[in-house]
């Protein structure tokens, strides 16, 4: 598949995709709390993304069965909405996906609920503190590998699986597209960053090792060694001003 560079006016709408999956997330980072089930978390995804004027991505995507992915603890990526509740001490994932006018926006956070180790909560913030590095690398005149590397430079030293069997992704008309986005590398290597080339940058760090397995149910992924991860995702747009994060009511970092 050929590498899609966008128009001003496509890049219009895929602002507009962000901001719907941007405003469900906000809603569902209230949402998460003790007691509450998954089930009911992709309920209000649904919801709010048909509210705000988008249409869900995921449900259908491949078969997915739901709005939205939540993925506890163990659980990297990928995992389906059900009556599991959400309980004190749990690190929980939400990855969101909309559509506008046919474009896609893509953007996931992860929450401490309660009481977190201390360990944990902070795999959560390098996480997404390793996604910004990857953002700040995505600037036009460098290369793709100059994102992977920035993620890796940030979370290598300080101990973290990072998770190489899953990786970003471009992003448009479809919701994957090329290039592909590791997560790790040396710089200076791909293709060159250009204005109208739309990425998701996604992290997915852990306090084990990068080995992955997935589950019975054919879509969640797990650490293999059990450990926590975290994951972090935003839909961006390489600009000759920079970076602009599609998936940010602000437009920033």
């Known amino acids: 598949m050929p590498i899609s560079i966008k128009s001003k006016r496509e890049i219009d709408l ?20 003790p007691g509450v089930t998954t089930l009911e978390l992709d309920l209000i995804a649904k919801r709010e993304i048909i509210d705000l004027g988008g249409i869900p991505s995921f449900i ?42 046919g474009y896609h926006g893509d953007s996931a956070i992860s929450i401490c609920v309660g009481d977190v180790p201390e360990e944990n909560s902070r795999l959560v913030e390098d996480t997404r503190l390793a996604m910004l590095a990857g953002i700040e690398a995505a600037v036009s005149g460098n290369h793709l590998s100059d994102i992977s590397s920035a993620i890796e430079t940030f979370a290598k030293p300080r101990g973290y699986g990072i998770i190489r069997e899953y990786v970003g992704h471009g992003i448009g008309t479809e919701m994957h597209q090329e290039p592909s986005v590791p997560n790790y590398g040396a710089p200076g290597r791909g293709i060159e960053l250009v204005p109208g080339l739309a990425l998701a940058i996604e992290p997915m760090l852990t306090l084990g090792d990068w080995k992955t397995k997935v589950a019975s149910d054919k879509w969640t992924v797990l650490t293999q060694d059990g450990s926590i991860s975290a994951h972090w995702e935003h839909s961006i747009a390489i600009t000759e001003d920079g970076p602009e994060v599609l998936t940010s009511l602000s437009g920033g970092v």
């Open 14 to 33: 895929m602002r507009e995709a962000g901001h719907i999956v941007a405003g469900t997330l906000d809603v569902l980072r209230d949402a998460v709390k």
């Open 60 to 101: 259908g995507y491949m078969d997915y069965p739901a709005h939205i992915c939540t993925s506890f603890n163990d659980e990297i990526v990928h995992g389906i909405p059900s009556n599991r509740k959400i309980e004190d001490g749990d690190i929980l994932s939400i990855d969101c996906g909309a559509i506008y006018n």
